[in-house]
């Protein structure tokens, strides 16, 4: 007893820790020894055969740690095998002779402080190894994390996670009343997001008929879900959920919609057939029929201009070659190309301007506007003074245009109609300014000086003078004016 209390009084009133001193060195020595006398105790305490035993280096730090494999790749220092099992053979408990074998620590094991898989690479290895892939560990979330996925939210709560961006499972909805509240609350927040996310979740975990008929008492989801069916689409669904609302007219207007999707044109000359018997309204009717009217016509046209321009029977199609078929145009697009190439044919031919204008019941002004484009473009005067010129019923003509002059005169300068044409059209503009500005902007000397001298206005018609060139017909004529 006795030497016990005299141990344990030395033991409370002993230091291992001393005053600084300048003159101390640094003992490696004595604290080599006190590490190895700390790891003495431990294994004294813990059976060395334990494997969850974390090994402990000089350093302090756990065996195979990332530090540790760090700093001993870093050392250089080795030790052999044997002199470890010799230590080992004579009770010495000491780890200073570590083995570290070029292969020897997995990556996992320098996480766990264990090597049990000797075949893999170490972490040294690993770093230098170009050509292989560094994987590092997946780092556990915190704690707080889990709620996102793990937490039975309430489903004004998870609306509300979802606004803000978070992570949320639906799975846990399971019942119809619980699915049904989440839509509900989801369109109470007016976060179109979130209504289509769970309208997706409604959509892959409901029967169609149950979730037809939840929506169709909830009309602003239900316009959520059409539009997304659109987008996606998604035909079939859409038409199934059409079907059930017994909305016929937006059915058929869908069903049209797919003619979009059919490249071949026989193919879709049969669809649209098919689809004037849908039940659109008289409005709608008449235009899918006129849409099957038009590519009818369309394939006949291009069959017969094909033929002609291989066969180079036409000097039109020699001169102009066309740029692109003519299947699957506008109608607009449509009387361009006729008024173009078949202007002069007789309104019994499908391909001709008139029986077009006639057909599709093409109003005046768009017929005018078009015809006048397409002679314009091949410079075909006579064309454009016809197609401007009407006869009243005592057989006196006259220039009318229903797009109005001053848009002739613009199509004609676009085409580089020469003065003369345009100073005609210029004459029949009934504003003043608007037809001073058109002549002064296009030169059309001679409608400027007859407007001045209409007015009787003496100054602008001595300004414009200083405008036309020296001795020329224009300054002759203004002065024949001023002189009078």
Not at 55 to 80: D, F, M
Not at 161 to 168: A, D, E, L, N, Y
Not at 222 to 246: A, N, S, V, W, Y
Not at 261 to 277: A, M, P, S, T, Y
Request: glycine share 4%.
């Amino acid at each position: 007893m006795s030497r016990v209390r005299a141990d344990e009084e030395e033991y409370w009133h002993s230091s291992k820790f001393r005053a600084f001193t300048f003159d101390d060195e640094d003992d490696e020595l004595s604290q080599l020894k006190e590490s190895k006398r700390a790891v003495n105790s431990l294994r004294d305490i813990v059976d060395d055969d334990d494997d969850d035993l974390e090994r402990v280096s000089w350093s302090g730090e756990p065996v195979g740690s990332i530090s540790w494999s760090i700093k001993e790749t870093a050392s250089g220092s080795t030790s052999s095998l044997d002199g470890r099992d010799s230590s080992l053979q004579k009770g010495s408990s000491s780890y200073a002779a570590l083995p570290k074998q070029a292969s020897s620590y997995s990556l996992s094991s320098l996480f766990k402080g264990r090597n049990k898989l000797p075949s893999f690479q170490s972490l040294s290895d690993a770093l230098t190894d170009t050509g292989v892939k560094n994987y590092a560990p997946e780092l556990r979330r915190p704690r707080a994390e889990y709620k996102d996925y793990s937490s039975d939210w309430s489903p004004k709560d998870t609306v509300r996670r979802m606004q803000r961006g978070k992570v949320c499972s639906l799975e846990r909805f399971r019942s119809l009343q619980d699915k049904l509240v989440l839509l509900d609350e989801a369109v109470a927040g007016h976060d179109g997001n979130v209504i289509t996310a769970v309208l997706i979740f409604l959509k892959r975990t409901l029967r169609r008929e149950i979730l037809f008929r939840e929506l169709e008492v909830r009309q602003v989801a239900l316009c959520h879900l059409i539009h997304f069916l659109r987008e996606m689409g998604e035909q079939k669904f859409l038409l199934d959920l059409l079907r059930f609302l017994d909305r016929t007219e937006e059915l058929a207007l869908s069903q049209y919609r797919e003619h979009l999707n059919i490249q071949d044109v026989e193919k879709r000359r049969e669809f649209l057939k098919g689809c004037i018997g849908l039940p659109f309204s008289a409005e709608d009717t008449s235009h899918i029929q006129d849409h099957y009217t038009l590519l009818e016509r369309q394939i006949i046209i291009e069959a017969n201009d094909r033929h002609l321009e291989m066969a180079g029977q036409s000097e039109l199609f020699r001169k102009y070659p066309r740029k692109a078929s003519i299947l699957n145009m506008p109608l607009v697009t449509t009387l361009f190309y006729s008024c173009f190439y078949h202007y002069t044919e007789a309104e019994g031919m499908f391909s001709s301007p008139t029986n077009l204008k006639k057909t599709f019941k093409i109003p005046d002004k768009q017929y005018v506007l078009t015809a006048l484009a397409a002679r314009a473009k091949l410079r075909a005067w006579g064309d454009v003074d016809a197609l401007l010129t009407t006869k009243n019923w005592l057989g006196y003509t006259k220039k009318k245009a229903p797009i109005g002059f001053h848009r002739v005169v613009e199509i004609l300068q676009r085409n580089s109609a020469p003065v003369q044409v345009l100073q005609e059209y210029v004459r029949l503009v009934e504003d003043v300014e608007t037809r001073l500005n058109l002549a002064t902007k296009y030169k059309c000397h001679d409608v400027v000086i007859e407007t001045y001298r209409d007015l009787k206005d003496r100054i602008q018609l001595t300004a414009y003078k200083c405008k036309v060139e020296r001795g020329s017909a224009e300054e002759e004529k203004i002065n024949s004016i001023l002189n009078n």
